[in-house]
C-alpha cells in the first residue's frame, strides 16, 4: 500500500495562492496516478485534478481549470497542487490519493484545511 501524506492547507484570501504537497512512501509511484479530491461541510467530494506519474500527463476538474496545476517531483516523490487565483467557494478538505493501473486507489491521505475568505 501508500502511505500519503498532505501539506501545505492553510487561510488565504480570495485571489490568493496556495501550493499544496503530497508526499507518498511505501512502494514506487512509477506505475501511479496522483488524484487530489476536496470534500466542503456537507458536499460530496469532489475530483480536483490528476497527474499520471510517469509522462506527467494531467487531467482537471472544470471547476479549478486555468487556475489550478498539478504536478509532480519524481526525485521526491512527491506530488504538488498549485492553487491560483482562489475563492471562497475553494474552501475544502483537500487530500489527495495513489491509483493503480488497474484503477484501485490503494492509499489516501489524512487531508490538508484550505480555507478561502472573501
Known amino acids: 500500500q501508500v502511505q500519503l501524506v498532505e501539506s501545505g492547507g492553510g487561510l488565504v484570501q480570495a485571489g490568493g495562492s496556495l501550493r499544496l504537497s503530497c508526499a507518498a512512501s511505501g512502494r514506487t509511484f512509477s506505475s501511479y496516478k496522483m488524484a487530489w479530491f476536496r470534500q466542503a461541510p456537507g458536499k460530496e467530494r469532489e475530483f480536483v485534478a490528476t497527474?499520471?506519474?510517469?509522462?506527467?500527463?494531467?487531467y482537471y476538474a472544470d471547476s479549478v481549470k486555468g487556475r489550478f496545476t498539478i504536478s509532480r517531483d519524481i526525485a521526491k516523490n512527491t506530488g504538488y497542487l498549485y492553487m491560483n487565483s482562489l475563492e471562497p467557494e475553494d474552501t475544502a478538505l483537500y487530500y489527495c490519493?495513489?491509483?493503480?493501473?488497474?484503477?484501485?486507489?490503494?492509499?489516501w491521505g489524512q487531508g490538508t484545511q484550505v480555507t478561502v475568505s472573501s
Open positions: 497527474i499520471k506519474w510517469r509522462d506527467g500527463n494531467v
Open positions: 490519493a495513489a491509483v493503480s493501473i488497474d484503477g484501485v486507489y490503494d492509499g
